[in-house]
């Protein structure tokens, strides 16, 4: 009886051997870029100096993990990677006739797959479909519809075959793009909800594609923020309620995330997000366990988030693209004027900033308009006392807004600015609040609660803003500039960028109530470029700018509102 039993035991065991025999696994490493924002040399083209990050040290990274994956490495972009730097710019708007730059480097670098951003957009039709032409890959957007043909406009998918596993890819953009640019840079699309185009795509790739697994890249943060009543983030919305995807690649929100959520079938998706200027990877393995039959017996998913502070610029790359390096330079470099003081975008959140001012005074100029909304679009930019050089342009103005002009009555003016100063400062109760609204820690904005490219100020008019006062009742408009009456019935000619006047920030449609549909209707007047084209312009007539405070405004009562600035700029900025 033992014998027996000891023989079945036997068999059984090599049953068990021989069954695992017939299941191989095959190793694949997924590795995403996000939001690069033209970060593509280790050098920052705006600051003049080097810096950390950049597709040059990627390209390293990339290039030993192949050695050890060889070509079970699939490498994905997740788009918002043609605006940020002077490089991107210059190969976007300046040298329109060679290979795009960006799209050379991508294809160097062995790029599988692409994904549309809403940065990648914004800088045009001419730009993007070009760059897309020069781009060796696919770059995807299952929810950019066409609206003359009703299809997609770029492929929704893309899938691979590895080691007899197959992989879908599905990429999609945040939706949101009309709240944000004028309709000249999307003509002729349409931005579809991510979650029920996500619906559509899933059923046709299961049915079509048969993948053994299912990848979203997704430019878009996880979850939240309507705009007007679309979902701009909807990635972790997607993964939990559509069933089906393995892993989310994440981008567009610039939080690094790695993390498990469980979908609506109750199986684990994973999400990660490297956030940007390629400072950082998403890495993720996959281990595919496939039985004689070619069927799946198993699977395993594991992130992590790489830095690229430990990687050096790949030689070759850099030896690759060294003319196009030494263009950019040469770009950078011109002398458009100078400045007799130095200013910083710091100083704009305490009170009137000559760095701000001197954006309204050259928007009042441009457009002859009443008065100017504007904020400072990056928290810490500085031009420094001398010569100025078109490098410091992207410091003065990051974006390739547009300028409007638009028509607001005085009442839409105000309440444009209620909403502003409630989402910049506080409520202060007693003198030793805070004056800005601020978080305990970083929550993606640094300390303030909420993004600063939405603290807006005006020229052209006289207010006060009483921060122990609640929204609707902060603002005091005490007369126009000139000292003529400001009249809440009245229309005015308003200067305000592109990214306010479609809606960004919610500023003309929530905080002045103006319906979106009716935004377009106000605009009376638009740049045909960029609006730091016509700042260099300016700057370039000038000669020398000697850029003070237009002191059209304060913070009130001074005796709390004084010392709390000191307060805060010491927290927020060490000084």
Known sequence: MKYLICLMTLLGMMRVQLLASDVHTVTLKLVETSDVHGCYFPYDFINRKPMKGS??????????????YGENVILMDNGDILQGQPTAYYYNYIDTASLHLNAEMLNYM????????????????????????DCGFPVLGANVT????GKPYLPPYRVFEKEGVRIAVLGMITPSIPSWL???????????????????????IREKERPDVLVGLFHSGPEGNKLDNVVENASALVARNVPGFDVVFMGHDH?????????????????????????????????????????????????????MDDYEADEDFMKTFHSQYDAVSR??????????????????????????????????KIT??????????????????????MSDMFNLYKYENLLYVMELSGREIKDFLEMSYALWTGRMQQADDHLILLNEKDNGFGRFKNPSFNFDSAAGIIYTVDVTKPEGK????????????????????????????????????????????????????????????????????????????????????????????KRDCQLLFGK
């Open 255 to 307: 939080v690094r995330a790695c993390e498990k959520t469980v979908n609506a079938a109750g199986d684990s998706v994973l999400l990660v997000n490297p956030a940007n200027m390629a400072r950082t990877v998403a890495e993720v393995t996959l281990e595919i366990r496939k039985d004689k039959m070619g069927k799946v017996a198993g699977k395993s998913v594991s992130g992590k988030l790489v830095s």
């Open 110 to 133: 062995r790029y599988d797959v692409g994904n549309m951003g809403n940065h990648d957009i914004e800088t045009g039709h001419a730009v993007y479909d070009r760059w897309i032409r």
């Open 474 to 565: 902060k603002i005091t408009v005490r007369s126009m500039a000139d000292g003529t009456p400001f009249d809440m019935n009245k229309i005015y000619k308003v200067a305000v960028n592109s990214y306010r006047g479609n809606g960004g920030g919610d500023l003309l449609t929530k905080g002045a109530g103006i319906p979106k549909a009716e935004l377009a209707e106000r605009i009376i007047f638009s740049t045909d470029k960029d609006l730091r084209f016509y700042l260099m312009q300016e700057i370039e007539k000038a000669g020398v700018l000697s850029p003070e405070p237009l002191n059209q405004w304060r913070f009130v009562p001074e005796e709390w509102t004084v010392p709390a600035a």
């Open 182 to 204: 004028p309709e000249r840079l999307w003509s002729g699309l349409r931005f579809e909800d991510m979650e029920q185009a996500a619906r559509k795509w899933v059923d046709i």
């Open 55 to 68: 597709l040059a040290r990627v390209s390293d990274y990339v290039k030993r993990l192949r050695k050890e």
């Open 331 to 364: 770009f950078v470099a011109r002398k458009i004027g100078s400045i007799d003081r130095t200013i910083s975008s710091k100083d704009a959140f305490f009170g009137p900033s000559a760095f701000v001012d001197l954006i309204h005074r050259l928007q009042l």
């Open 146 to 149: 066409d609206v003359k043909t």
């Open 368 to 389: 002859g308009a009443d008065i100017s909304f504007c904020a400072p679009l990056s928290a810490t930019a500085e031009i420094r006392k001398g010569d100025i050089y």
